[in-house]
C-alpha cells in the first residue's frame, strides 16, 4: 500500500493521496478518519467497480439510499449519477453540463451528510475538481485570531431572504429539469437524517438528534465529530457573521486569503477509477467548466462519520 500527503509548495498539508492501491486493500474505518483528519483523501486507480465502491462505503460510513431521477439503478442505490448525459427521457444527471462554483454540499439542511465521495465512472477528456480546504489554513492562524473564529456564527441565506455579500452566476434550473426533478430534491431534503440511514442500527440511532432541516446560522468553526478544526464558510451563501460590525471585512479577507490565494486549494485531475473522499464541514469544492459534446459520470455518494470514530454525538454546525 502506497499513500503520500497531498502537500503544495509550503508544505501545508493538502490532503492524502493512495497511490497503484486497489480499493479492496484499503480499510474504510481508517480512510473515514483520515478523511475527518485530513479534510480530503483521493484513491488514484482504485481499480474497483461502482458495485465494489458501493459495498466498501458502507462500511465507511452511514448512508442514505437517495430516491431521486438519478439514482443509479444499475450499480447501487446510494449513488447519485453526476452526469452531463440524460439519466431519463427529459433530464441530465445531478449538476448536468454547468460550471459549479466554490460550494459545500452539508447546505441547506445545517445537519445533511457529513462527507460525499465521487467514482468516476466515465471520463472522456481532462477534466478537474478542485477542493479548498481549510484544516492547514487554520493551522496556519495566530492563536488570537483561532480565538476569535471560535466565538463567531456564520448566518447564511438558503431561501435568499437575507441578502449575500457575494453572489455568483447560477444556472436556470427550472429550463434544466422538469418539476419531477424538484419535487425529488424537496423529499430528499426532508429526509437527510442521520437517524433515517440504512445501515446504522437502533442503538446508535438512539444517540443522535434529530435534523433541524433548512438552518441559516451556524459554528464558523465546526465543533466537528473527530475533532478537527477548520472553518465553515461557503462563500457565495453567507449573508453575514455574528460579528456584523466587522462582518464584510471578515468575509473578503477570508475569501480572498483561504480561496483565492490558491495556496490551499487542490486541483484534481480525473481518471477512470478514481475516488475522492471530502469532508463537508471544513473543504469547499467547485468544477470548473466541462464539456457539452463529450461524456462525464461520477457517482456520488453521501454519508455521516460512523459512531466508533465519533467524539461526540451533538449538532457540528
Known amino acids: 500500500m502506497h499513500k503520500d500527503f497531498i502537500k503544495n509548495n509550503f508544505g501545508d498539508v493538502l490532503g492524502l493521496k493512495y497511490k497503484d492501491t486497489e480499493l479492496s486493500q484499503i480499510d474504510p474505518v481508517q480512510t473515514a478518519k483520515e478523511t475527518g483528519t485530513y479534510g480530503v483523501v483521493v484513491i488514484e486507480n482504485s481499480n474497483c467497480s461502482p458495485k465494489e465502491f458501493a459495498e466498501w462505503s458502507l462500511e465507511y460510513g452511514y448512508h442514505l439510499s437517495p430516491d431521486i431521477w438519478c439514482t443509479d439503478d444499475e450499480h447501487s442505490d446510494l ?140 459554528k464558523f468553526v465546526p465543533n466537528h465529530p473527530l475533532g478537527t478544526k477548520g472553518i465553515f464558510f461557503t462563500p457565495y451563501e453567507v449573508h453575514r457573521f455574528s460579528d456584523e460590525i466587522n462582518s ?33 464541514t471544513l473543504t469547499i469544492h467547485r468544477r470548473p467548466t466541462i464539456l457539452k459534446d463529450k461524456p462525464r459520470e461520477l457517482l456520488r455518494t453521501a454519508c455521516w462519520y460512523k459512531t466508533d470514530l465519533r467524539k461526540h454525538y451533538d449538532y457540528v454546525l
Open 248 to 280: 464584510e471585512s471578515l468575509y473578503w479577507n477570508l475569501y480572498n486569503e483561504w480561496i483565492k490565494s490558491d495556496r490551499y486549494t487542490y486541483k484534481h485531475l480525473w481518471k477512470q477509477g478514481d475516488i475522492c473522499l471530502m469532508d463537508q
Open 79 to 218: 449513488f447519485w449519477r453526476v452526469t452531463n448525459e440524460k439519466v431519463d427521457e427529459n433530464n441530465q444527471g445531478l449538476f448536468a453540463d454547468y460550471e459549479l462554483d466554490w460550494h459545500t454540499n452539508v447546505t441547506p439542511v445545517g445537519d445533511a451528510e457529513e462527507v460525499v465521495g465521487l467514482f468516476a465512472k466515465t471520463i472522456t477528456y481532462d477534466t478537474e475538481t478542485w477542493f479548498c480546504n481549510s484544516i492547514p489554513y487554520w493551522k496556519n492562524l495566530s492563536n488570537e485570531t483561532k480565538n476569535y473564529y471560535e466565538t463567531l456564527k456564520i448566518i447564511l441565506d438558503p431561501s435568499r431572504r437575507l441578502g449575500r455579500i457575494q453572489t455568483t452566476w447560477e444556472p436556470n434550473f427550472k429550463e434544466i429539469y422538469g418539476q419531477n426533478v424538484f419535487d425529488d430534491i424537496s423529499r430528499n431534503r426532508n429526509s437527510r437524517n442521520i437517524k433515517n440511514t440504512k445501515n446504522i442500527n437502533e442503538k446508535n440511532k438512539k444517540l443522535y438528534k434529530d435534523s433541524r432541516g433548512i438552518v441559516e446560522e451556524h
